[in-house]
């Protein structure tokens, strides 16, 4: 039977509709798996990058752990206000039941070390949460100075502890320039504004000043702080304040630290709460990328080591 003009014309529309459906359908098939392709990816980045637990954690009681580490000192691997900011978030958050200082570090400079001191003093009446300390290679000098603000402090067996004192150190080169025939030219203005000059005599009035008003005030500054965290728990022992370093073990018979432990038993242990959530300084790309390569390095240095050692036997 033969089909009209309009009819023809018809099963055309319906075609092209058809037809016009069937791409929409793809097209949005398409934008829906791009989007689902790009959460994907944006949930694997969050996940590996612990964003996501981070937060979950967050919602129910943990234990806040600051890691420390380096020299103490103005713009360097434990800077006072990046401490301080830290310490602040630690104390600030809200389901935190208490702080861990973990921390590792030879000391460095007194001011630093007395800026974090004086934080955590006041962080600890502030928010009305307790801070532990756990030592880990060394905490000397400056890193004891910061230490003894916590109400309680915790090492390792083999963990450096002590070295209570201050020190200026420097050279003298007056003999050795004196032989090559160099003279030392030195202008100054001010008798003794040249007095930590390594190519000139010694300033026997300027010794005896640094020793008097900036080595001894600083140590007894040191001293009090010390005294005043620790209070009762600190021996009566003569080379106490001398600068001498001790282990964990001494250190603690001498009340320097508390006990022998790690974060994980002052979390379920002592604070009764198994979670922990670590704050520290984010490192710069140039840090994280000098890292890997360190990592690197050592990983095939260790693999040549192993090979090497298995192969000498066949030889």
Same mark, same amino acid.
């Given at each position: 039977?033969?089909r009209?003009?309009?009819?023809?014309?018809? !099963?055309i529309?319906?075609?092209?509709?058809?037809?016009?459906?069937?791409?929409r359908r793809?097209?949005?098939?398409?934008t829906?798996?791009?989007?689902?392709?790009?959460?994907f990816?944006?949930?694997?980045?969050?996940?590996?990058?612990?964003?996501?637990e %981070?937060?979950?954690?967050?919602?129910?009681?943990?234990?806040?752990?600051?890691?420390?580490?380096g020299?103490?000192?103005?713009?360097?691997?434990i800077d006072? !206000? @990046?401490?301080?900011?830290?310490?602040?978030?630690a104390?600030?958050?809200k389901?935190?039941?208490?702080?861990?200082?973990?921390?590792?570090?030879?000391?460095?400079?007194p001011?630093q070390?007395?800026?974090?001191?004086?934080?955590i003093?006041?962080?600890? &009446?502030?928010f009305? &949460?307790?801070?532990?300390?756990?030592?880990? =290679? #060394?905490?000397a000098?400056?890193?004891?100075y910061?230490a003894?603000?916590? @109400?309680?402090?915790?090492? @390792?067996?083999?963990?450096?502890v002590g070295s209570?004192?201050?020190?200026?150190?420097?050279?003298?080169?007056? =003999?050795?320039?004196?032989?090559l025939g160099?003279?030392?030219?030195?202008?100054?203005?001010?008798?003794?504004?040249g007095?930590l =000059?390594?190519f000139?005599?010694?300033?026997?009035?300027a010794?005896?000043?640094?020793? %008097?008003? #900036?080595?001894? &005030?600083?140590?007894?500054?040191?001293?009090?702080a010390?005294?005043?965290?620790?209070?009762k728990?600190?021996?009566?022992h003569?080379?106490?304040?001398?600068?001498l370093?001790? /282990?964990?073990? !001494?250190?603690?018979?001498?009340?320097?630290? !508390?006990?022998?432990a =790690?974060?994980?038993?002052?979390?379920?242990?002592l604070?009764?709460? @198994?979670s922990?959530?670590?704050?520290?300084?984010?490192?710069t790309?140039l840090e994280? /990328?000098a890292?890997?390569?360190?990592?690197?390095?050592a990983?095939?240095?260790a693999?040549? /080591?192993? /090979?090497?050692?298995?192969?000498?036997?066949?030889?």
């Amino acid at each position: 039977m033969k089909r009209t003009a309009d009819e023809q014309l018809a !099963d055309i529309a319906l075609e092209f509709v058809r037809q016009n459906k069937s791409r929409r359908r793809l097209r949005l098939l398409i934008t829906l798996l791009f989007i689902g392709y790009l959460s994907f990816i944006f949930y694997i980045g969050i996940d590996e990058s612990g964003v996501l637990e %981070t937060t979950l954690k967050k919602e129910s009681p943990f234990v806040a752990e600051v890691v420390l580490d380096g020299t103490i000192q103005n713009a360097g691997s434990i800077d006072a !206000d @990046d401490a301080i900011e830290l310490l602040h978030s630690a104390f600030e958050a809200k389901n935190s039941k208490a702080v861990i200082l973990r921390i590792n570090s030879p000391g460095g400079s007194p001011v630093q070390s007395s800026r974090i001191y004086k934080a955590i003093t006041m962080f600890k &009446k502030q928010f009305n &949460k307790k801070i532990y300390v756990v030592i880990e =290679d #060394i905490c000397a000098s400056g890193c004891y100075y910061v230490a003894s603000a916590a @109400d309680e402090i915790y090492a @390792d067996e083999s963990s450096i502890v002590g070295s209570i004192g201050v020190v200026i150190s420097g050279f003298g080169a007056v =003999d050795a320039i004196a032989k090559l025939g160099i003279q030392r030219r030195l202008y100054t203005a001010g008798k003794h504004k040249g007095f930590l =000059d390594s190519f000139s005599p010694e300033d026997a009035t300027a010794v005896a000043h640094i020793q %008097t008003h #900036i080595l001894d &005030k600083s140590h007894q500054n040191f001293i009090n702080a010390v005294k005043q965290g620790r209070g009762k728990r600190l021996s009566k022992h003569k080379d106490l304040f001398t600068g001498l370093v001790w /282990l964990g073990k !001494d250190a603690n018979k001498l009340g320097l630290v !508390d006990g022998i432990a =790690d974060a994980s038993y002052i979390a379920k242990t002592l604070v009764g709460v @198994d979670s922990r959530i670590l704050y520290e300084k984010e490192k710069t790309l140039l840090e994280k /990328l000098a890292e890997s390569s360190a990592k690197s390095i050592a990983g095939m240095i260790a693999d040549r /080591l192993t /090979l090497q050692n298995v192969v000498a036997p066949l030889r």
